[in-house]
């Protein structure tokens, strides 16, 4: 378990939490990969609810401890039950429904070996989802794996270890977090 | 050196239009933002070290991918001929060392990733410089994985 680590990198003298100060290393960088992972979660194609589950699997795998810690909310609800997004780490073996199930298992290719995708597993995708909600899919994945950079250097700190947090996404598709959750 | 080879310095190699046509033609404004991204990353970091660890993870996630080749053979093409192994190769200075297994870990497991890797960058670069590296190791990373996984869900029929 990714618990109680240690930042892995000398940060700059300045304000913000770790990851705000990291990032001033290289802001420009910093700013395009905010405005990709808005653009790349903006609503669209993907409903919220597999969104969601795209998102809680990415956490997972890679051990975000922030991404876990966060639950999407929209309009003051989660877009997802909690008991949904309990089945995520074992979903193979959860009552998810098909086609939730078919967006985890393109989510794990993505992150592990996607040259592996079966052709059994192609079918399934493009039977179960348009090509706009496939783009839109990998776009969220690339959105939400950007904690890999948080992971790498021990950044990944949530804003709230204690309890779940909310997060809200505004029509741009730019984040912020919201309150905790009960 | 077969001239249809992908190139591991050229920015449109990145996005190979087979793959990346479906992302431009549905999310047109993210399509922008990912080039405009990957021109910031080649900015953030040395492009030599990113163009390894871009051939490290792109044979470690597409085994059927074709491997990169560099338009400046006599420099770099011992260098990425012989990514895979890194670790027994004798071509590769410390820092090329380090980014490589940086990136080997960052591509197969960040979750496993341990301190040691990072420190390993740390004693080669200055600390703004590592931030850049990573940073440009995941932009590529991303890369790769949407290219791989595109070419796969849409460009395969019938080949498997």
């Known amino acids: ?182 | 050196m077969a001239i249809t080879e992908p190139s591991a310095d050229s920015f449109e190699a990145a996005f190979p239009p087979a793959c990346f046509g479906l992302i431009q033609e549905h999310a047109p404004a993210a399509y922008a933002c990912l080039r405009q991204t990957y021109e910031q990353a080649l900015c953030a970091a040395d492009p030599h070290l990113l163009g390894l660890a871009r051939q490290r993870i792109r044979l470690m996630i597409d085994p059927a991918a074709a491997p990169l080749v560099h338009s400046d053979t006599d420099r770099n093409g011992a260098k990425l001929a012989n990514v895979a192994d890194w670790s027994t190769a004798e071509v590769y200075t410390p820092v090329e060392r380090a980014c490589l297994a940086f990136a080997e870990q960052f591509a197969f497991s960040v979750a496993d990733l341990d301190d040691a890797l990072i420190a390993a960058l740390l004693a080669e670069l200055p600390a703004g410089d590592v931030y850049g590296l990573v940073n440009g190791i995941y932009v590529i990373d991303a890369l790769e994985r949407l290219s791989a996984t595109l070419n796969r869900l849409f460009n395969q029929e019938g080949v498997l």
Request: aromatic content about 6%; hydrophobic content about 45%.
């Open chain 1, 1 to 182: 378990m990714r618990e109680a680590l240690e930042v892995r990198l000398p940060l700059p003298v300045g304000a913000g939490v770790p990851a705000v100060r990291a990032a001033g290393y290289r802001p420009e960088l910093a700013r395009s990969l905010g405005e990709l992972h808005a653009a790349a979660v903006q609503p669209g194609a993907l409903d919220p609810q597999t969104s969601e589950l795209v998102r809680l699997r990415c956490a997972i795998w890679h051990q975000c401890r922030v991404c876990k810690s966060l639950r999407w909310v929209a309009d003051g609800e989660r877009v997802l039950d909690e008991s949904d997004a309990e089945k995520v780490a074992d979903y193979e073996r959860s009552d998810l429904g098909d086609r939730q199930k078919i967006a985890l298992r393109l989510t794990d290719a993505f992150m592990t070996v996607p040259g592996d995708i079966s052709a059994e597993l192609r079918h399934q995708v493009r039977q179960y989802f348009s090509d706009g909600e496939v783009v839109a899919m990998l776009l969220n994945i690339i959105a939400w794996t950007q904690q890999k950079l948080l992971v790498s250097f021990a950044l990944d700190i949530p804003p709230d270890a204690s309890a779940l947090t909310g997060l809200v996404f505004d029509e741009t598709g730019h984040y912020s977090f919201g309150e905790a959750l009960g």
